[in-house]
DNA sequence: TTATAAATGTGATTTAAATCACAAAATATA
DNA sequence: TATATTTTGTGATTTAAATCACATTTATAA
């Protein structure tokens, strides 16, 4: 039997729970819709909750004093987050803005903290997803640090293929590519580098263009090359 | 009364846990000691263990291709490194390295996983050290994209500040400061940047350089202006 | 202590990538 | 469909910081 919260099973902080579970967990959260461009929370915000993407995509960013831009990373369905202000107490570090309209499933502190007391198995996968996320910010910092541009574009490209591709054939495909200001707010170069890497890397024969789509010909040879 | 495991107690982890358990956990690790600049263990490295810091001081790297390194961390007294490969499973992804003669206490996987399935608030303490360290994390990726090299340099000391710095008279000092080099290879700089930034600090009136130590004379000041 | 090696300070030069500037293309809107 | 707006492509110029080069200082070992 399918019911409305299915997107739940998907989740995978809970995916492992009874089905019970998860329908207990579908009555205590709400779900919210936010228009495109419109901010979903702020860093310095001070209230907690966890944010689950039922649908559309958000960014987590960073903003300088002087308005610059970093994307920490794009989430899209049963990704969440919000659970670091929730897990420390600190105010939020970041803001969230939707890439495209937005439907989230919203599960207040004190809930998912009860939840939390409950089934201890949602730690362990928390942390097991939390890792993950270290890691990759780990990669992040290596490649911010040691890489020149087009070794840093490579590596959003990466990143972007792991989080949002679809493989077929063998061929990583990202449907959506990002603007090419957002590109670069998450390579930590100008939009321009991101232009001329883009087209160079077609050019070699790595990557194929086709509007807002972008084909990874040879993922394990591209990995291999830039990693 | 005073045991051989007291480090333990010191450790976020492990401080909230009952003195018998604390004794119980001194039973099943070891302790190794490690001398200056050797390995602790090394990226891709298959094992896994978590390991705490007893005495001494390590560092966390990743090592490019051609020699080159990134610094992630310096972790002292009562800190632990070794969490990730245990919780996901998945192979070293950096190396840890000596910077000093240290004593780690060594925890082995299985061990480990029975202590988080026996007593799940270690689960919760480590969620939130885990997640003070992706705020690091997002923090130093914010400072490479956006900043310059002064602005790098600043958050190379402010995380060392709050890492290793000791507050006197409301002067943040750290005792030792890494070699240039590896201040260089933590703030994705060169060693020659790292030099003349430190040297324009003092001549702001910044810092106080006197040897290997480094006072921050306002900490609260140097860390609205370079946040 | 003296010799040797490692680490630091500081100018001069080079270079990768940012910025500037604007035309062309693609998207959105009237 | 036409018009306005946003996004992209690409040369030319500037610039911040890396690299080079070497003297000086500091630490380590003989």
Tied chains: 1, 2.
């Excluded at 039922?54 to 960073?62: A, C, L, M, P």
């Excluded at 890439?99 to 939390?116: G, K, P, S």
Aim: no cysteine.
């Amino acid at each position: 039997m399918s019911t409305s919260s299915d997107f739940l099973k998907y989740v995978p902080i809970f995916s492992e729970l009874p089905d019970e579970t998860i329908e207990a967990i579908s009555q205590v959260g709400t779900k919210k819709y936010y228009k495109r461009d419109s901010i979903v929370l702020m860093e310095e915000d001070a209230g907690s909750a966890l944010f689950i993407i039922v649908d559309g995509k958000v960014k987590v960013s960073r903003t300088s004093n002087d308005g610059r831009e970093v994307i920490l990373s794009i989430l899209a369905e049963s990704d969440f987050f919000g659970e670091m202000a929730i897990l420390d107490g600190q105010s939020r570090s970041a803001t969230v803005t939707a890439l495209e309209d937005a439907e989230l499933f919203i599960v207040q502190r004190n809930q998912f903290l009860e939840l939390l007391q409950e089934h201890p198995e949602i730690a362990i996968s928390l942390l097991q997803e939390l890792t993950r996320r270290l890691r990759g910010a780990d990669i992040k910092i290596k490649s911010l640090s040691l890489k020149d541009a087009e070794g840093k574009v490579a590596t959003v490209i990466l990143q972007l293929a792991d989080d949002l591709g679809k493989i077929k054939f063998g061929i990583v495909e990202i449907e959506k590519l990002p603007l090419q200001q957002d590109l670069a707010n998450m390579a930590g170069t100008s939009r321009e580098t991101i232009s001329r890497t883009l087209h160079s890397f077609a050019k070699k024969g790595l990557i194929e263009l086709d509007g807002s789509k972008l084909k990874i010909l040879d993922y394990a040879k591209f990995k291999e090359m830039y990693v």
